[in-house]
């Protein structure tokens, strides 16, 4: 009489575990290469870039991903790896080759595509620093995914057990340097909530400009101070967000003011906070610029002055 083998069936503990592993290496894997590819933007620059570098957020969205994600994916392939030791037969569940060799067959795509995309560059002459770091940064990641997924399911997690557990230890290493450098980057929790505060204060700044021009159309005067700007406009006036003070303002003469406001943080053109916004037409920052958000400051009292071009606005009434 023939042997019947008996088929292994996925429990959905099974499923639910081998999914939940593979997608935190998933998140793990783009936040490491996002954190890489937003810190090789900032510090080699793209001249064709219009914009700039304005993406410190992603660097903290990639880091939070990470934190959390990482450690997830090491326990849970610590305790699956237990498992199998407990139960061979579960090493050939079909959910966990699945998952293995798509892993694997993406990765290797990965790498094809962007050797692929280094031949095109080289030969459409665009080879600089900034676009081979990117293309080491997406080999480092594909190439050690595929390697650790071949080991296991090609040699077997026991026959290599003491090279994964060095690339392991590399990996995070490795993770953990691109944090760091994230956070030496993007700064502190503390830095960046400073930095919130002077980017209110830029907002609250600009209100109070725009109220000021609107009392003006209808006036054809600078309002004395803030309180009557305040009650002809039936507007709450905004002050400091960390000290609850009122923002000043001084007449310099018929169609020029000025607003001052004391900053927690130094901020040069280039940073993060708003690097482009739409110029407010007929006003002057500083005798130079056109929008309050693009003039630099030093941490500490900053005034801004700022001229109304009667032209540019017609009387309302």
């Known amino acids: 009489m023939p042997l019947v083998k008996n088929k292994i ?35 080699w620059p793209d001249p064709l870039e219009f914009y700039g570098f304005n ?28 498992d199998y030791q407990k139960n061979p037969e579960k090493k050939n569940l079909r959910v966990k080759l699945w998952l293995e060799y798509f892993t ?49 399911v090609k040699i077997g997690f026991e026959k290599s057990r003491s090279r994964i557990k060095v690339l392991v230890i590399l990996v995070s290493l490795t993770i953990l340097a691109a944090i760091i450098l994230g956070f030496m980057t993007v700064g502190s929790p503390s830095t960046e909530r400073l930095r919130r505060f002077d980017d209110k204060r830029l907002s609250d700044l600009q209100s109070v400009q725009a109220e000021v021009i609107n009392f003006w159309q209808r006036t054809r005067r600078l309002p004395a101070d803030l309180n009557e700007l305040g009650q002809a406009a039936f507007w709450r006036l905004p002050v400091d967000p960390q000290t609850y003070q009122p923002y000043d303002y001084q007449i310099i003469d018929d169609l020029s003011f000025e607003l001052c406001a004391v900053f927690a943080t130094d901020k040069q053109a280039g940073s993060e906070i708003s690097e482009r916004v739409a110029p407010v037409p007929g006003l002057i920052g500083g005798g130079q610029r056109q929008n309050i958000y693009e003039q630099d400051y030093q941490a500490g009292r900053n005034c801004f002055s700022f001229m109304i071009k009667p032209e540019l606005y017609p009387e309302l009434k």
Not at 13 to 38: Q, T
Not at 59 to 79: H, Q
């Open 104 to 152: 694997m067959f993406g990765a290797a795509v990965i790498i094809l595509v962007t050797l692929m995309t280094v031949i095109y560059k080289f030969l459409n002459g665009e080879i600089t620093p900034r676009f081979i770091l990117k293309t080491l940064t997406m080999l480092y990641i594909a190439g050690v995914i595929f390697y650790y997924y071949f080991s296991t």
């Open 55 to 82: 993406d410190f957020n992603s660097i903290r969205w990639a880091i939070a991903s990470i934190i959390v994600a990482w450690p997830v994916y090491l326990i849970g392939a610590r305790s699956l790896n237990r």
């Open 9 to 43: 069936k996925t429990s959905p503990k099974d499923f639910f575990l081998h999914l939940l592993n593979i997608v935190m290496l998933y998140i793990s894997a783009a936040g490491f290469g996002r954190i890489l590819f937003v810190m090789i933007n900032y510090y």
